[in-house]
């Protein structure tokens, strides 16, 4: 067997700011494509790794050796060989390509749907638990820690599957169903895996842990900041989801304008009107037009300086009596993720997100006086459970997350989130890895403690760097450097 590829082709994610165009870029629909692709690359002596739908703003997904796209591995696959006293937790298994809004539809069908999701659903099952991607509710975790088995195309190119100890997967069974396969079931190998970043194999596929199908109501308010500060961390535990939007420069009264947004179980036979039924249309509507994206970027050019008041007006527009729905729309922020932008993300330990937040407001401040540069978007903070997978930005306890969203082509926008990843630091602020960020090898030691643990079991899966990238090398944190 040869798997097909093409040579040379430009890749690029989807926003366009990242861009390679690796010596092969490989689209496998098969287990064993897979496999041979690894191979190939193995006996090539060329870096190889796995793409999902190229929804990171940062470098993470980039190969220069063979990148390998994963969108034809996305079918539903049978949960094989679980454990008889598994118990009442349900499960999900699906190739690692299949998109968050495809595994919707298919759980959908059965009465089942993810506990939680992040604001969107283009992403791969794959792409998001690699990066630690996440939603906003205290008790709930990120998509890394739904995850209850891996299976991972490691450099040797076989096939491991990697599960806590106690998982899912009857090691008797699996001994007679898949006897090239190997089984660890160990807490230290799974928390390493799970978040990885391409770094450590292919996932094939993944077995996620699921819930009976629910429906949300969100309600979205304008606050303050001051009102949302003296009202935590009491609302986080009142509402299942709980986020807040804020504006970082205050308005004539002193007061930083907010929109909190909660999202809470509810009943779907509860009559409702249709308004209540959907997201406000002419958002949506307009969030789709290309010319919008043109034209906020005008005004931002035109008018800097009206950034601030512009922020209000946006956090005016999104408030909301009611949208109910099923979990997985309600959760889905709607068309504003069409909208062309970028952005970073870093999150701090929960404790310090009152000093996050005073950190944030004196930061834009600062370049706003001293280089006129603005948000041009919304900055939302979410609040996630913590995680014990080694390089989640969850790793260690509940967090505060920031996100700094900007319209492409924000004059000073890079310098600007540069400087919040910056001030965040010296708070153990973790930037998202699939987000633009500046992290280093020093500043990823320094703000993961199990580095080294995560790095020790790299090593097992990839003993020569086989799966090293631009963005390890950027980094500083290459296998190949051990
Ligand atoms: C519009 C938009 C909205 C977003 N909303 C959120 C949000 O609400 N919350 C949040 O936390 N983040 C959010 N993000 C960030 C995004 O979820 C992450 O960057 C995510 O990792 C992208 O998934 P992807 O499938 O596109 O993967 P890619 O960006 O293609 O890849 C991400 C990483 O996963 C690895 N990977 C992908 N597939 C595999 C595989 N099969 N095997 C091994 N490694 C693999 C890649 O090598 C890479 O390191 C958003 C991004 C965008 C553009």
């Known amino acids: 067997m040869s798997v097909a ?13 990242q861009a390679v165009e690796p010596l092969r870029l490989y689209k496998p629909s098969t287990l064993a494509e897979l496999q041979e692709i690894v191979a190939t ?11 999902g739908s190229g929804h990171s703003w940062s ?3 980039l190969s220069e050796g063979y990148l390998v796209e994963t969108n034809n591995l996305g079918r539903p696959l049978e949960v094989d060989c679980l454990r008889g006293d598994w118990g009442a937790e349900p499960l999900e298994r699906v ?3 299949m998109r968050i809004r495809a595994l919707n539809q298919v759980l959908d069908k059965k009465g089942r749907a993810l506990s939680q999701m992040g604001g969107y659903d283009a992403q791969t ?3 998001v638990i690699s990066t630690s991607t996440h939603g906003s509710g205290i008790a709930l975790g990120a998509f890394p820690d739904f995850a209850r088995s891996i299976d991972l195309v490691a450099a040797d190119a076989r096939v491991h599957r990697i599960e806590r100890a106690g998982g899912p997967t009857d090691p008797d069974a699996f001994a007679r169903e898949h006897p090239e396969w190997e089984l660890h079931q160990d807490d230290d190998t799974f928390d390493a895996i799970a978040v990885s970043m391409g770094c450590t194999g292919v996932i094939y596929a993944v077995t996620l842990a699921v819930t009976d199908a629910y429906w949300l109501t969100e309600v979205r308010e304008l606050s303050t900041w001051t009102q949302v500060r003296a009202g935590l961390p009491a609302a986080l535990e ?9 504006n970082p420069y205050p308005g004539d009264d002193g007061e930083h304008r907010c929109i909190v947004c909660r999202r809470n179980a509810a009943d ?7 308004d209540r039924l959907r997201r406000h249309w002419w958002i949506e509507f307009l969030s789709r037009l290309k010319i919008i994206g043109l034209f906020g970027r005008l005004i931002d050019r035109v008018s800097p300086d009206g950034a601030p008041r512009r922020i209000d007006q946006m956090l005016s527009i999104l408030a909301d009596n009611e949208y109910s729905g099923p979990s997985y729309k309600v959760l889905n922020i709607g068309s504003a993720n069409l909208l062309p932008a970028y952005s970073s993300e870093i999150a701090v330990p929960f404790d310090r997100h009152r000093e996050a937040v005073d950190t944030l407001i004196a930061t834009a401040d600062r370049h706003r006086r001293l280089g006129r540069a603005y948000h041009t978007g919304l900055i939302s903070l979410r609040f996630v459970a913590g995680s014990s997978a080694y390089l989640s930005m969850m790793q260690g306890g509940d967090t505060m997350t920031i996100e700094l969203i900007l319209m492409t082509g ?8 540069a400087a919040h990843e910056e001030a965040l630091h010296v708070l153990g602020g973790r930037p998202h890895w699939g987000q633009v960020n500046w992290l280093t090898d020093e500043t990823v030691r320094e703000l993961y403690p199990r580095y080294d643990d995560w790095d020790a079991v790299r090593a097992r899966f990839d003993p020569e760097g086989r799966f090293d990238a631009p963005f390890t090398r950027r980094v500083g944190i290459p296998a190949a450097a051990r």
């Open 238 to 246: 009142g509402n299942r989801h709980y986020e807040v939007y804020i």
């Open 41 to 51: 690359a193995v006996s090539d002596g060329v870096s190889v790794r796995a793409v």
């Open 95 to 97: 190739e690692a390509g």
């Open 268 to 274: 779907p036979r509860r009559s409702r009107t249709l």
């Open 59 to 61: 470098d993470v997904a």
């Open 125 to 127: 099952v794959a792409g």
């Open 410 to 417: 924000t004059e000073g926008g890079l310098e600007l989130l």
């Open 5 to 17: 590829y093409s040579q040379r082709k430009r890749w690029h994610n989807h926003t366009g700011n």
